[in-house]
């Protein structure tokens, strides 16, 4: 098996089962793991076992430059090179030992197919916050979800608006779908500013960063939306019925079809996240995020999980204007407009009274903090890094990022690793999230 690992062609998954390799994680990958993860993978600071203190987290979150030291000066185009070699491996599903389906074969060899009434389901939700003027939008997406997905295993939808959906939009919906569908109407209590915004520093604060030209900054529902997706959609009351998410926006694009229950998959795997693309964000949409979590940190250490994705949040090598701008955060975000997770993380005490430091500092309003940076910040600080799974094998499409995998379930416009148009290249931030936070182990779980 060495042998064939180390091949200079790379491997062909089809060819063998790398189950086999699992429980090793000595990075027998093929050439990009060698090449490119193993300083990266090798170097890690040593993990504090049990609660850490403040000097041990800051010691976590000083990036160490040596980490990415053979490509800092050509950093892009290195992470692009790495991120098409890594969509060029042949896929199919993830190799876990557990893969739920809707479908089984019984004593007698007879193939059962489970209905919508006896498919055992997870707790959870489809998810999406939509406008009903996007009606036409969001039957485009749901078409595509139904067909790849959840046709096969009929989870519910919820459908959330700050305003009444019309009875057009529920019976268009109700059209393209058997699952059952909850159209819940956001209350303002939960929506609207809240009462500790100052409107004199919200002025001066939003007419300065709309100077420097900052999308959405001065539209005052898009604010709200940031809010209500980082800490308020999981309060709702149909929500809490549900532990796992899954958020879709209308006019995005599925292109692969999954024949696995993702929900069971996160449920089975013990995966808290699930993303598909990761992206830089604009750093003045977040210039005191991070200063506002550190101060916070420094009172409350112990909700630093000793396995955080540290790296991935203070990398500052591609964009280090960016990192000096916001004050040590990369500004690298899972993209939230999809994703899959486990909503008792968001209810838990660490999210929950780190949610309650960034509404006192006001950040939503008088910068534009997004729900994805906000997410992902939470997520990297407080969870097990482990528990964060890259979904490669979930085609995405969502203006103008794609996720396209190699793969013969997937119809997609553009071949495996296409990621976007040449000249947001720079924003991509996925190679780091690879290099610098799974395992080889990991990475060959597809
Ligand atoms: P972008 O992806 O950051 O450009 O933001 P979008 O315009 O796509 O908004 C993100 C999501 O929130 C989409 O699903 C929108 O339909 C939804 N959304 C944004 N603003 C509002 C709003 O004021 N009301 C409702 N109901 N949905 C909104
Ligand atoms: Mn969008």
């Not at 170097?43 to 990415?68: C, R, Y």
Request: charged content about 25%.
């Amino acid at each position: 098996i060495y042998f064939i690992f180390v091949s200079e062609r790379g491997i062909d998954p089809s060819s063998f089962d790398t189950s086999d390799l699992f429980g090793t994680n000595d990075g027998y990958g093929i050439e990009y793991n060698r090449k490119l993860m193993s300083e990266a993978s090798t170097a890690s600071k040593e993990i504090p076992v049990g609660g850490m203190t403040w000097e041990e987290v800051e010691h976590q979150l000083t990036f160490d430059q040596n980490l990415l030291k053979n490509i800092e000066d050509n950093m892009v185009e290195e992470n692009m090179d790495f991120f098409r070699e890594v969509y060029s491996k042949r896929i199919t599903e993830p190799k876990f030992s557990k893969l739920t389906y809707n479908e089984y074969v019984n004593s007698d060899g007879v193939r059962v197919v489970l209905g919508k009434d006896e498919y055992p389901r997870a707790n959870a939700t489809l998810l999406t916050l939509v406008r009903n003027q996007e009606l036409k939008d969001i039957i485009h997406t749901l078409r595509q979800l139904e067909a790849n997905w959840n046709h096969k295993f009929h989870y519910p939808y919820t459908f959330t608006n700050d305003e009444p959906f019309t009875d057009e939009f529920k019976e268009t919906i109700r059209r393209h779908t058997v699952s059952d569908c909850y159209f819940e109407v956001i209350p303002p209590e939960i929506w609207n500013k809240p009462s500790n915004i100052d409107p004199d520093i919200e002025r001066e604060k939003i007419s300065k960063l709309t100077e420097k030209g900052v999308l959405y900054i001065d539209k005052d529902s898009y604010h709200n939306m940031c809010r209500f997706n980082s800490g308020y959609f999981y309060h709702l009351e149909r929500l809490k019925q549900f532990k796992y998410y899954w958020r879709f926006e209308p006019a995005t694009d599925y292109y692969c079809s999954v024949d696995y229950d993702l929900f069971k998959f996160m449920e089975d795997n013990n995966k808290t996240y699930g993303f598909t693309i990761s992206l830089y964000d604009n750093p003045l949409t977040v210039e005191t995020l991070w200063p506002v979590t550190l101060d916070f940190l420094k009172e409350n250490p112990q909700y630093v999980h000793p396995n955080g994705a540290f790296r991935w949040l203070t990398e500052n090598v591609q964009h280090p204007d960016y990192t000096k701008t916001t004050g040590g955060y990369s500004t690298c975000h899972f993209w939230s407009n999809f994703e899959i997770g486990d909503m008792d993380f968001y209810r838990g005490e660490a999210y929950t009274k780190w949610m309650d430091a960034l509404e006192e500092a006001g950040g939503f309003y008088y910068e534009r903090w997004g729900d994805a940076p906000v997410h992902s910040v939470g997520l990297g600080l407080f969870e097990d890094r482990s528990k964060i799974h890259w979904f490669r094998d979930i085609g995405y499409h969502h203006s103008p990022y794609k996720n396209i995998p190699n793969s013969d379930k997937c119809n997609a416009p553009e071949d495996s690793g296409y990621f976007s148009p040449e000249d947001v290249y720079d924003q991509n931030c996925l190679s780091n999230w690879i290099r610098l936070e799974m395992t080889n182990k990991e990475l060959q779980t597809y």
